[in-house]
Structure formats: C-alpha cells, structure tokens
C-alpha cells in the first residue's frame, strides 16, 4: 500500500476537517447544559453469583421500610427497590397511600406553592398536577409479583430473577417526570428533532407570544430580583393540558405583584397557537418553564 | 455508586455490559489492523461528527426567557355599573381608572353581559372576548343620610374574585367612597399605593395677567370639591401640605418682607412662623411633622434653617454666601435635597437633615430647582431650564437615572403623589393665559390635565386622606 498521500486523500481531509470544526463550533454553541446527574447511571459489574447472593440477603436484617423511589430515574431503571428484600414486602399499603409523585414530577422541593392566603385570596396556585403518568405503583406490583411469585408469602427467596420479565417491563416504562427528556441512549428516543435554528425560531416565538399577554406591575420592588418562573405543560393543540405551576413562589411579599402579574400573562396566553411547523416536534416543546424578569422600567 | 441497590447495578451490567466499553477500542485495533493510519482518522472523525450532530437536538427543551421591556399596557378594568348606584360612584371609579395610567377602564358599550347579580362569578368566557382582564361589581344602598357600597373584583383569567370590600359614609361622601374603592382596586392589581383618596393645595389665579389674584385653594386630586382657603386680598404662593394635611405652609406678601406663615385647615387660623428679620420662604414640613425646612435671606445669600414647630428653636443648617432654597426632606427624615447656586448655575445638593457637608447631585446641563422627594425615596423630582426649555424629571437620590418627563414652554413645581407613581406640576404657555395643573406618571407614559375653575400653579400633593 502506498505511502504517499494523494490529492483525493487532502480533499477527503479537509472536508472531513472542515467539517469537524464545524460540528463543534455550532454544536458547542448551543450545547445544553448538563442535565441532572440522575441522567447517567455509574457502572458497577458484578457477575450473576455476587448478584444472587446480594439478593438472597441475610437472616437477620430489619424489616425494609417502604419509601417512595427518591428520583423518577431510578424508577425507570429498576422498580421500587424497597420492595425485593426478602421479608414480606408490606407492599398493599402503597396503594392505598396517595403517590407523592407530584411533588417529584414538577421539579421543585418544596409543597405545592400557594401565594398568600389571607383575604382577599390572590391568584391560588392549584396542587400541581402534570399529565398524568402511569405511577410506578403497578409496575412495583408487577415486578415484586414477578419477583415473589413462587413464594407469597414464605421469609425465604430462594427463586432466581427472571432478566427477560424485567427487560420487558423497562422498555414498556415510561419517563415518569415529563419535564425530563428522554436521553440519549434510552429506548422511547425515537422523535425527529430539530435543528438548532428551528429551536431558537420557537423559543423566540414563545417569548414574544408571553410578552406580548404579560402586564408587569409599575414598579420593581427594592432588593434582589425575583424572576417569577412559571411551568406550563402543553396539549398539542398549544393549548394549557394541566394547571400552570408557579415554581418559585416569592418569599418576599412585595413581590407577590408580579408573582401574579405572571401566571396572569400564562393564562391570558391559553391556548397559544404554536405554528404549524413545529408540531412534528411536539415532544420537545411539551412542557417549558417560563421566566418573567421584572426589569425595572426606572432604568 | 454505592448509593444504588443491588438490583441496578445487576441491571446495569446487563444494560451496558462490560464488552461496550472495548467497542472503540477493538474498532480502531481493526481499523489499524485492516491498514494505514488513514483509516482510523478517517473513522475518529466520522465518529466525532455523528457525536456533535447527536448531542445537538436537546435546545428546544431549554426554558424561555421573558424580559419586562418597553411595552406597557394598562390592565382593562371593567366597572360594571353598580346594583343600586344613582350617586354615581361607578362613574367616579371609572373616571379615576381613565386617568390611573396603569388601569384603563373598558367602554361600557362593550359589554358583553349585564350584571344581574353582583355576587355572582360574572361570565368570564363572555368578558374574554373583549380583551377584559378585570371585572368590578358590587351595589350600593341609600339608608337617610348615608350610604353603603361594596365591590368585588373579579380576576377574568383566574376566574377568581381577588378583592371585595364593603363602606359605609355620609351621602355627601359619596366621592371619597368611590376613590377608596378606586385605590382598593388599583392596590390589589399593581400592587402598589393608592392615591385616589387625597387632596391638593394649589394656588387658584383669577383675574387679568397684569393684576392677577393669587390665593389659597384646596381640591380632591381629580379637581372636585374645590375650596378656598385665603382671601386673596394679597398673594399667597407656594402651599405645602403637612405630613397629617390638617396645616398648610406657605409663603405670604403681606406688608413688609414675605414671610412664610402655617394655616390651619379645621381652624381657618394663620399664624406666622417665627419672627425672623428679612424674608423667610420655601417652607416645607419634615415627615413627622414636628419641624419646617425653610430658607431665610440674610443680605444677598439665603440660607436653609430648621424651625421646630413645637419649641419655636431655629437651627441653621447651611451657611455660604450662595442662594439656598428649596429644601425637601426624605421620607425617613434623615436626608434634605435643595438648591443651590453655590456652584454658579442653580444645582441640586443632597446633605444630613442636622446640616453637614453636602453633596451635588445634578451634573448635566441645565439649570436645577425645585426639588421634591418621592414619598418611596426612590427618586427625586425636580425642574431643569436648559435652553430656555422648563423640563420636569426625575433622577435617583445618588443623581443617576436621571430623565425627563415633559419639557417646553413653562413646566414648574413638580409634587409627589402619596403612592410616589405620579406627579402634578404646573405649566404656564406664557402669553395672556395663564397656568394649568398637570398630573403624569413618573415613567411618562401619560399626562391628564387637572380641572380646575381657573387658572392654577404652584400644587402640592397631600397624603392619602386619614
């Protein structure tokens, strides 16, 4: 083979190159900030013996406590892992239990935001509620009677795991945290996306639809600024599917203004005629968070 | 890692298995193996591409950023005519929404329902589509001497009732209702002050340009229930309210020096302040109302003092051989804003309420006076003549940020609304008229006129009426 570089082979190059470059100047541009770290899961190999002898677990541990599963992403790797130990999983009693899904689907820590509620009620924040998803609850059933099917209700698993029941069951999960996008890599990751163009055409398009519906009160209180944030989840149509959420309820009461002067503005923007072109990418523009930042008129 | 069960890292292994990590590996060790170094640049790259192109889609999934701006609209208010309502009281509403600025009030041939009940949620599907974010209803009854009004607002997006009060007055007080629910209404959109439910102190100015008769007089800030307050057999300029709006300081031409004298609104008595030689004027009361900023001429200088109202003791708070005037306090008190032409053309200086060093604060070109401070401290309000031009603006207490609001032949004497949102000040076009009150909103988005019987200068805003 010859050594020598041909001219088909600089063309080649450079394009490839050029191309490179390109790649990264745009991509980098508008790369995304890093997603939670729920999104990548460390990898730890075992082999199947070490796996069973974790399972079996040993005589004298404490009866499990049933928690909630701690972020949606482990749900969707694995069912409530509370369930499988050994001891009789108290299991019913989940059901029963309203899921505390809602607090973990709208990303924020603290109980439902409700402004103020002495008289004269302002605008009430209704409890959140995203479309709904299907709960794990079933699927912990599912999987823990998977799981404890030759035994109901005997201390001891001695049964092995069934791979192909649980592979089954994570491609039929579904995200259960709507404002997180399916990542890169998992298998509902099928819709086309859109250029980085089209991206930023919609976002401005957003921001001058809720400009245009938000009155901010006259003046900007004193202080560190408070940008209202308001979740809203989207039908196809671009219409409101669930109540909007105020995020970030302000703690400071003279900003309870324009706390309300910005879920006014979601709601006078309902239903926003999202325009035609961007319906195939509905997935990626389902639920948004938007940002009302007061900046001050006085200059 | 250790965090995670047993069961993930099992599942994980099964995921992503130990073989995926030597993919790239083994790729490029057959690549080398199949020949030449070309083809493993060849693939690196291709691989490289096919990342970025991967990575690039997530954008739209970014959150939208909306930033106040320079579009301001009114909120719409709709004043539904109130159940029971002959004294008019939706009609004064609406009128103080019309000249609020930040609320405008619908037309109410445009209505698309009639109230039959007005504690019953209104049909906010029907308000919608005439662009109504709000919605007043409410009723009012007559009982002898007086009456009863009660409102509710309605929020039409929420479909909520946001605020609903009930009052009760004298019949003749029928107005001073209307402004509360005005204020009630326009504190619980904006969040701000309400500043319906006050009174103005001007100057009424009556008679030929060259003998005009200049008194005392006193209005609701929409210019009803005007009254004097002076004979006017001799001239009487520059009223100021009191913090409580029971006194008025102001400056008199009687014989002798001008002097400033105090007039008691329930009293109708004048007395003099202090007993000063040459002329004392610019008076103006400090927020607790125990002492009068004023100036004091003494030879060709005039110096600011301080006289407490109480004792009677005059402390000097400037001395120079300069033109002091027009002192204004802060609202905390601690601060007062004047005038100086120590620096040559008249300029704003800021200094301690005890006296002290002062600081300028005016630097652009232009002659500065007038100053006023806003009753939320934020801003100072002043006059500025600069080519022959008589600006009214607004600047911060530092100087910064400083704008104009209206500018032209002859604008004078701004006064702070008790929300600090709005301003009056007087504009005379010069020639055989003479001058009007005008009232604006300190962002200067709009300007109303104040009806008054004649011609008007010198206003000054009072609190919000106790």
């Known amino acids: 083979m010859s050594e020598?570089?041909?001219?088909?082979?600089?063309?080649?190059?450079?394009v490839l190159h050029a191309g490179l470059l390109a790649a990264v100047i745009f991509g980098f541009a508008s790369a995304p900030k890093f997603e939670d770290a729920s999104e990548s899961i460390p990898v730890d190999t075992i082999t199947q013996s070490e796996f069973n002898e974790i399972m079996k677990g040993e005589r004298d541990a404490p009866p499990a406590k049933v928690q909630p599963p701690a972020t949606p992403q482990e749900t969707l790797a694995y069912a409530a892992p509370e369930a499988l130990p050994p001891s009789p999983p108290p299991r019913p009693s989940d059901e029963p239990k309203p899921p505390p899904k809602p607090a973990q689907e709208t990303p924020q820590p603290s109980p439902p935001p409700r402004p103020a509620q002495d008289t004269p009620s302002p605008i009430p924040s209704p409890k959140p509620k995203p479309t709904p998803s299907p709960s794990p609850t079933p699927k912990t059933d599912a999987l823990a009677k998977l799981i404890d099917e030759p035994k109901s209700d005997t201390p001891k698993p001695t049964r092995a795991m069934d791979p192909n029941a649980i592979r089954k069951l994570l491609a039929d999960a579904k995200p259960t945290d709507p404002a997180q996008p399916a990542a890169q890599g998992l298998p509902n990751h099928s819709a086309p996306r859109m250029s980085p163009s089209l991206a930023a055409a919609l976002d401005a398009w957003f921001t001058e639809a809720y400009l245009n519906c938000w009155n901010p009160p006259p003046t900007v209180p004193a202080g560190e600024k408070y940008v209202a944030q308001i979740k809203v989840v989207f039908a196809p149509d671009g219409s409101l599917s669930a109540q909007p959420v105020l995020i970030n309820p302000p703690s400071d009461p003279a900003w309870q203004a324009h706390a309300e002067s910005a879920m006014r503005a979601v709601l006078k923007c309902n239903p926003l005629h999202v325009p035609p072109q961007y319906a195939p990418y509905f997935e990626q523009w389902r639920t948004k968070t938007v940002h009302f930042d007061p900046e001050s008129a006085l200059g | 890692m250790t965090r995670l069960g047993p069961t993930t890292m099992w599942l994980a292994a099964m995921t992503w298995g130990p073989s995926r990590v030597n993919a790239a590996t083994t790729g490029e060790r057959a690549a080398l193996r199949g020949g030449g170094r070309r083809k493993l640049g060849l693939l690196s790259a291709l691989a490289a591409l096919g990342f970025m192109a991967a990575s690039n889609g997530a954008?739209?999934?970014?959150?939208?950023?909306?930033?106040a701006g320079a579009n301001f609209t009114p909120a719409l208010v709709a004043v539904t005519p109130l159940q029971g309502d002959d004294a008019k009281v939706g009609a004064v509403v609406a009128a103080d929404f019309a000249r609020s600025v930040f609320l405008q009030p619908v037309d109410p041939s445009s209505f698309p329902e009639a109230i039959g009940e007005p504690d019953k949620r209104p049909n906010f599907d029907a308000w919608k589509t005439i662009n109504a974010q709000f919605v007043v209803t409410g009723r009012v009854s007559h009982q002898g001497g007086s009456i009863v009004a009660q409102f509710r607002l309605w929020d039409v997006e929420t479909g909520e009732q946001i605020a609903g009060q009930q009052y009760s007055g004298e019949a003749q007080n029928a107005r001073r209702i209307s402004h509360l629910i005005a204020d009630a209404v326009f504190t619980r959109i904006t969040g701000e002050g309400g500043f319906f439910d006050s009174r103005v102190v001007f100057v009424d100015e009556t008679g030929p340009k060259e003998k005009r008769r200049k008194r005392l007089a006193l209005m609701d800030m929409d210019g009803a229930n005007m009254r004097s307050l002076t004979a006017g057999d001799n001239l009487a300029v520059t009223p100021r309210f009191s913090p409580n709006a029971e006194q008025v300081a102001y400056m008199h031409f009687g014989d002798g020096d001008p002097k400033v004298e105090i007039l008691d609104l329930e009293t109708g008595r004048r007395e003099s302040v202090g007993e000063f030689t040459g002329m004392s004027f610019s008076p103006r009361f400090s927020p607790d109302g125990r002492y009068l900023a004023l100036s004091l001429s003494e030879g060709a200088a005039s110096n600011l003092f301080l006289y407490d109202l109480q004792?009677?003791?005059?402390?000097?708070l400037t001395d120079d051989a300069a033109i002091d005037t027009s002192p204004s306090f802060s609202p905390d008190g601690k601060q007062i804003v004047f005038e100086s032409d120590r620096g040559g053309a008249q300029q704003l200086?800021?200094?301690?309420?005890?006296?002290?060093?002062?600081q300028r604060i005016s630097f652009g070109e232009g002659r500065y006076s007038t100053p006023v401070w806003s009753p939320r401290g934020d801003l100072i309000a002043f006059t500025r003549v600069k080519d022959g031009q008589f600006g009214i603006g607004v600047m911060k207490p530092d100087g910064a940020g400083e704008r104009i609001l209206t500018e032209g032949f002859h604008n004078e004497g701004p006064t702070f609304a008790p929300n600090g949102l709005f301003l009056m000040f007087f504009r005379d076009p010069g020639g055989e008229s003479g001058a009007k009150i005008y009232m604006t909103d300190i962002f200067g988005h709009a300007e109303f006129q104040v009806?008054?019987?004649?011609?008007?200068?010198?206003?000054?805003w009072g609190p919000e009426t106790k």
């Open chain 2, 311 to 316: 004792s009677g003791q005059t402390t000097r």
């Open chain 2, 59 to 67: 954008l739209a999934v970014g959150d939208i950023y909306v930033k």
């Open chain 2, 451 to 460: 009806p008054t019987p004649s011609y008007a200068s010198d206003p000054s």
């Open chain 2, 349 to 358: 200086y800021v200094m301690s309420a005890s006296g002290g060093m002062p």
């Open chain 1, 4 to 14: 020598e570089p041909t001219k088909t082979g600089y063309v080649v190059s450079g």
